[in-house]
């Protein structure tokens, strides 16, 4: 065998790479979200039964759960949990949450401005960015659609 070849370095890396379990990995994801999705909506009757109006209390639901996770970053609990529940911590508002406090964590020793200011997007910031393009880019088709009568309004 040849390691310079491509087919022996991939023969070696192949041989030297840990095995996923994608099955389990998978399982443990759909459980964490499931289990998130599922804490969020207790939560959202917790503030109805309140009487907290409806549209209140899912703001105050991704409200709480934005807080939650960036403390739990914060205190270095988000990365253990997220390390055993894989992308089911990624439920969009948690993850969302947890990679801009990261960010924020790693960054302040370098100032606010230099620091803090210009590197807590690196990581969220495509999230931000393709997430508004695609919603821009679906209006646009919708109203394309909507405009040539193609779907009704």
Known sequence: MDIYSLEGKKKIIKEHSPKTKTLKNSCFAFLTGGVICLLAEALRHTFLYFDIDSKDALTLV??????????????????????????GTLVPITGFSNAITSQAIDSKSEGLVLGLGAKIFTVAGPVILYGISSGVLYGLIYFILLSTGVVAP
């Not at 609990?77 to 997220?82: G, S, W």
């Open 62 to 87: 991704g409200v709480t759960f934005i807080l939650l996770a960036s403390s739990l970053t914060a205190l270095g609990v988000f990365d253990k949990i997220a390390r055993h529940a894989g992308a």
